[in-house]
């Protein structure tokens, strides 16, 4: 039988109704608002916001067009069901700092837990059965109609930005503070409609319902009675065929790590499927709605950064420089036991200071304190010696020696935007010959590299790029003795001394639109990192002088018509460049004291 007397179909509760176009930008005005946003507003912090932005940089607009954007990528009538991340607790109810989800924070802006978007796609011949539904009949009284209802309509598919936040509750407020409500839901963010969160499971109800009256599921005995068996061979061919089910398309992401409600939107599509089973006519009845992954077309859409993106990433890329130049100079004034007579250093860093330790704080300082970041993209290696051979070295517990490199890798977020940048020197101030030689083919494949950073590239032709230049490097350095060229080395034995990729994707994550993989064609807006290393094994039968020399060097690169633009070009990488700088914080004529531009 037709599920026309489905209990979700009951009461009137699906008489669909037109739906305005997405809303625009909110008006800001002088006088202070009269809503909670939960987070800063251009009103409470307009040191921070400028009049029209959600947050730092990025526009009301802007986000209303990212979400307008994707969502009419997807069929019509879809629904996309987008949760924002979760508080997370590391013993008991003391929680993490909470970090947004990145793909919640770039549709919404919003930069607090507890809050899930569903955003819809209502196309014209939904919009046209909803007209005629209400002329027919009228909705039985308390039954709610769904998201659009007297809404009026204009221009292509509608698109739909509902949002459903956390019932207020005082006791919560006392101890974790406002959050925002449903005035600032809308006026603030955009929202076309909002709902509590228990609202969630009768307005998911209502849509996959809606779509059922719509398009109603046929049994196998609904289809053969539509076809008559008696009918002649000519008479049955001409007839049409049985109208076919179309699931309602809903993206959801699954496997989204720490989702706000992740189990119970589970729950509550898993209670929808078995009520309509129950009222199925028999074991084969089609699933109602079809779960289709989000983060591709999101992952898409972050690959490419509009301009105001891109100045966010480079603001946060020239944080972590001062950061970087911070630690440099901190290692400048690091006593060397072996400091010739008439050698003199003008500033001493205090021994407490004088540890991975230490500078893993002093970048965190420097980023956040004096350049404004919210957090590090990720935790800083501070890698001096042999651990420089560990690419994701973290224990940070030497303290500094002067014969040693230091590789140092290390970013801040600033808003959302991550930045990620590596750069290598010596402690003491000056390179040994062996260190410089295993510097300089690194320098050489970064060079390259960001040479031939241009749009129609790809990640995976600029690795490959440098793994042709580290193995000639390696080649002549004669780290592989039994290798008879270059090439014999490239075709494997590189892995040894360089088994990383050159690079990845960067944005609100580290590592930003991973989906689009290492092939996608780079264009003008992608920003990607370019990261050559060489890690030389520390076992000196083998590689001699060269044993134990970790060297990276790590960029972040905007593309652009031309080639590429090098956010974070403050720090230099150029063995020249390097000691002079180290030089001159020696001597103290270059100080770092000076506040982020």
């Known amino acids: 039988k037709c599920l026309s007397t489905h209990p979700l179909l009951a009461d009137g509760c699906y008489q669909n109704s037109l739906v305005r176009t997405f809303s625009s930008a909110t008006t800001i005005t002088n006088n202070p608002p009269s809503y909670c946003a939960g987070q800063p507003t251009p009103e409470t912090h307009p040191e921070l916001l400028s009049p029209g932005e959600i947050t730092v940089g990025i526009t009301a607009d802007e986000y209303a067009a990212r979400r307008k954007r994707l969502v009419s990528e997807i069929p019509a009538n879809g629904v996309v069901l987008l949760p924002s991340g979760n508080t997370v607790y590391m013993s008991g109810i003391i929680p993490y700092p909470f970090r947004q989800d990145a793909d919640f924070f770039y549709l919404s802006g919003m930069i607090q837990p507890g809050v899930l978007a569903l955003t819809r796609r209502q196309s014209l011949v939904s919009i046209s059965n909803a007209a005629n539904s209400r002329n027919r009949a009228s909705p039985s009284p308390g039954s709610p109609a769904i998201d659009g209802d007297n809404k009026g309509y204009n221009g292509d598919d509608d698109i739909v930005f509902t949002l459903f936040i956390e019932a207020p509750s005082e006791e919560r407020s006392r101890w974790d503070g406002a959050r925002v409500d449903k005035a600032a839901a809308k006026a603030f963010f955009g929202a076309d409609h909002v709902h509590y969160v228990h609202d969630l499971p009768r307005w998911l109800s209502n849509i996959v319902g809606n779509h059922l009256s719509e398009n109603p599921i046929l049994s196998p005995s609904n289809v053969s009675s539509s076809s008559p068996s008696s009918s002649s061979s000519s008479n049955s061919s001409s007839s049409p065929p049985p109208p076919t089910y179309k699931p309602l398309p809903i993206y959801l992401d699954l496997d989204r790590q720490n989702a706000f409600r992740a189990n119970e939107i589970r729950q509550i599509l898993s209670a929808i499927v078995s009520q309509i089973e129950r009222q199925g006519a028999n074991d084969h009845t089609p699933a109602p709605f079809q779960i289709i992954p989000f983060k591709p077309l999101l992952h898409t859409a972050r690959f490419i950064k509009s301009p105001a993106e891109a100045d966010m990433m480079r603001r946060s890329a020239q944080i972590a420089c001062r950061g970087i130049r911070r630690c440099m100079q901190i290692c400048a004034g690091v006593e060397s036991s072996e400091r010739g007579e008439g050698e003199k250093t003008q500033k001493i860093t205090p021994k407490w200071q004088a540890t991975e330790a230490a500078l893993a704080a002093t970048f965190e300082y420097v980023c956040r304190a004096e350049g404004g970041a919210q957090r590090m993209s990720y935790p800083p290696v501070v890698a001096s010696g042999s651990d420089a051979l560990t690419i994701h070295y973290g224990r940070n517990d030497k303290v500094l020696d002067p014969k040693h490199l230091l590789l140092m890798d290390a970013g801040c977020e600033f808003h959302g935007f991550c930045s ?41 032709q600029l690795h490959a790029l440098s793994v042709k230049v580290i193995s000639e490097g390696a080649f002549r350095l004669g780290l592989f003795p039994k ?29 930003d639109a991973a989906l689009c993989g290492y092939d996608r064609k780079l264009e003008v807006g992608a920003v990607i990192t370019i990261e050559p290393g060489m890690y030389v094994p520390d076992d000196r039968i083998r590689f001699r002088n060269f044993a134990g020399i970790g060297v990276r060097i790590e960029d972040d690169v905007l593309i652009t018509e031309g080639g590429c633009e090098v956010l974070s070009k403050d720090v230099p990488v150029e063995v020249d460049e390097i000691e002079a700088l180290m030089a001159a914080y020696k001597a103290g004529t270059d100080d770092e004291e000076r506040g982020i531009e």
Do not use: M
């Open 420 to 460: 990620d940048v590596t750069r290598t020197w010596p402690i003491g101030g000056r390179f040994t010959i062996p260190q410089r030689a295993v510097y300089e083919v690194v320098l050489e494949a970064h060079r390259q590299c960001v040479a031939a950073a241009r749009p129609g590239s790809s990640i995976r």
């Open 483 to 511: 290798a008879k060229s270059a090439a014999e080395i490239a075709s494997g034995l590189y892995r040894e001394v360089y088994w990383h990729s050159l690079g990845h994707n960067l944005g609100l994550d580290t590592h």
